[in-house]
């Protein structure tokens, strides 16, 4: 089972970013898929998640601003983020069968190894 995240990088307040979620077949074909984040100091949080059958739910902190969304031929979970704020700097992570709580990271079975956003 395999999570492969890309598109972090760095960026000014206000812009964008696209981050993408390459899942193994198995990964893609479970629940649930979450985007989390970390930031140094911080406990990893649940930003946006969507069911197989498409439904979506999203943390307070990013409603509005961050859409995810799933591409079934291509296995992958994106996460648009506009009107990227300093505070939204973290890696971010994506997660994949959920067992638990979706804004848990203990509900989870499944991890990619991350990638870095950082808004200045």
């Known amino acids: 089972v395999q999570l492969v995240e890309s598109g972090g990088g760095s960026v000014q307040a206000g812009g964008s970013l696209r981050l993408s979620c ?17 930031a ?5 949080e649940g930003v946006a998640g969507i069911f197989i059958n498409g439904n979506k739910l999203y943390a307070e902190s990013v409603k509005g601003r961050f859409t995810i969304s799933r591409d079934n031929a291509k296995n992958t979970v994106y996460l648009q983020m506009n009107s990227l704020k300093p505070e939204d700097t973290a890696m971010y992570y994506c997660a994949a069968d959920l067992r638990g709580t979706w804004r848990s990271p203990d509900g989870y079975t499944y991890w990619g190894q991350g990638t870095q956003v950082t808004v200045s």
């Open 22 to 38: 390459v899942a193994s077949t198995y990964a893609y074909s479970s629940n649930f898929m979450t985007w989390f984040r970390q």
């Open 40 to 44: 140094p100091g911080k406990e990893r």
